[in-house]
């Protein structure tokens, strides 16, 4: 089986390309290397071999987004399957499929290819986003873009305290974020919220660092779930935050989720969106935009063991 690593250097605040270095003397076998040189890189690596005929694992070296960039890639494609090795600061994808620990996990995987066909998640309309893990708007969208456009975050990246800036822009985006009313139409239903705080569809349960926000979802049933976040104090919000990382916050009753093949939001601000946690643009008020699984799905290595780890 041919195997390219894809590494991002950037994931990790930097440290990925230290970590490769070191993992990649583990490996007792033939394989590729190719570095990431921009944002988008990895899906046009991955769309070259689109059509390739001999059977191919790309391992992405990196975080949630490297990971959505190669799956962009790779959907679809008959004989690309995909793996990751966790090296990004948040790395959801790593909770929720399976990550290779090290070279002698890969050589396994090899010996005995073992995968599964899974769900890839689309903005349909009107700009074509696809998301692996979860897609959302609001007050975490609005964080990611403020994190990933400051210049405090590479200042501090450098003597490794990147999470304060994460903390940083939490509290700011807390005291001075300005809540949306948010219509959902999805089942031939549509429901009108107030006071949104955010809006998340979701492949698969984890978000934002190990949230379970969406305890419920599953990546190859062929369904989102939508969570939505309204009519909460800042104090409270808090306190939901706090409940997220073992997925009880399901039980505030100002946590609303749903199941469906595909979901139509429309804000009535605008309102910052993110892809797998990176920025994807904004939402305009009054936009309404479909979130739904694609029509492609991609092969990830490794099913069951996710399964027994969940
Ligand atoms: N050479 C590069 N220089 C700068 N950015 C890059 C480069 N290659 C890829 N990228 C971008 O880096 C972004 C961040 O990568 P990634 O999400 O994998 O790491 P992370 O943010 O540390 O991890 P996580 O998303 O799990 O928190 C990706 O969205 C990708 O577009």
Same mark, same amino acid.
């Given at each position: 089986?041919?195997?390219?690593?894809?590494?991002?250097?950037?994931?990790?605040?930097?440290?990925? +390309?230290?970590?490769? @270095?070191?993992?990649?003397?583990?490996?007792?076998?033939?394989?590729?290397?190719?570095?990431?040189?921009?944002?988008?890189?990895?899906?046009?690596?991955?769309?070259? +071999?689109?059509?390739?005929?001999?059977?191919?694992?790309?391992?992405?070296?990196?975080?949630?987004?490297?990971?959505?960039?190669?799956?962009?890639?790779?959907?679809?494609?008959? @004989?690309?399957?995909?793996?990751?090795?966790?090296?990004?600061?948040?790395?959801?994808?790593?909770?929720?499929?399976?990550?290779? /620990?090290?070279?002698?996990?890969?050589?396994?995987?090899?010996?005995?290819?073992?995968?599964?066909?899974e769900d +890839?998640?689309?903005?349909?309309?009107?700009?074509?986003?696809?998301?692996?893990?979860?897609?959302?708007?609001?007050?975490?969208?609005?964080?990611?873009?403020?994190?990933? /456009?400051?210049?405090?975050?590479?200042?501090? @990246?450098?003597?490794?305290?990147?999470?304060?800036?994460?903390?940083?822009?939490?509290?700011?985006?807390? !005291?001075?974020?300005?809540?949306?009313?948010?219509?959902?139409?999805?089942?031939?239903?549509?429901?009108?919220? &107030?006071? !949104?705080?955010?809006?998340?569809?979701?492949n698969q349960?984890?978000?934002?660092?190990?949230?379970?926000?969406?305890?419920k979802s599953r990546t190859d049933d062929g369904l989102l779930e939508?969570?939505?976040?309204?009519?909460?104090?800042?104090?409270?919000?808090?306190? $939901?935050?706090?409940?997220?990382?073992?997925?009880?916050?399901?039980?505030?009753?100002?946590? !609303?989720?749903?199941s469906?093949e595909?979901? +139509?939001?429309?804000?009535?601000?605008?309102?910052? &969106?993110? $892809?797998?946690?990176?920025?994807?643009? /904004?939402?305009?008020?009054?936009?309404?935009?479909?979130?739904?699984i694609?029509?492609?799905?991609?092969?990830?290595? @490794?099913?069951?063991?996710?399964?027994?780890?969940?």
């Open positions: 089986m041919k195997t390219i690593f894809v590494i991002n250097p950037a994931a990790g605040n930097g440290k990925s +390309l230290a970590k490769w @270095n070191r993992f990649k003397k583990g490996l007792a076998f033939p394989y590729e290397a190719l570095l990431t040189e921009y944002p988008g890189h990895a899906t046009d690596m991955v769309r070259n +071999l689109h059509s390739i005929e001999e059977p191919c694992l790309i391992i992405g070296f990196g975080g949630d987004g490297t990971l959505r960039e190669i799956i962009a890639g790779a959907a679809g494609a008959a @004989n690309i399957v995909v793996g990751s090795v966790s090296a990004g600061s948040g790395n959801d994808f790593g909770r929720g499929f399976y990550s290779f /620990r090290d070279g002698r996990d890969i050589g396994r995987f090899i010996g005995n290819p073992v995968f599964s066909k +890839l998640g689309e903005i349909k309309s009107p700009a074509p986003f696809r998301f692996v893990s979860s897609s959302g708007i609001g007050f975490d969208a609005e964080i990611s873009v403020l994190v990933n /456009r400051s210049a405090a975050k590479k200042m501090l @990246n450098r003597i490794g305290a990147g999470k304060l800036v994460y903390l940083m822009y939490v509290v700011r985006t807390l !005291v001075g974020f300005g809540k949306f009313g948010l219509t959902v139409r999805h089942g031939g239903t549509e429901t009108v919220y &107030r006071d !949104v705080w955010f809006a998340t569809v979701s349960p984890y978000f934002g660092g190990g949230m379970k926000i969406s305890p939508l969570t939505v976040v309204h009519g909460i104090s800042r104090l409270k919000l808090l306190l $939901v935050f706090g409940t997220v990382f073992t997925g009880s916050h399901t039980k505030f009753k100002e946590v !609303v989720q749903m469906g595909s979901f +139509l939001l429309t804000a009535d601000r605008e309102v910052y &969106r993110h $892809v797998d946690g990176d920025a994807a643009g /904004r939402t305009s008020a009054g936009q309404e935009v479909e979130y739904a694609s029509e492609d799905y991609w092969k990830a290595a @490794n099913k069951g063991k996710k399964e027994d780890e969940q």
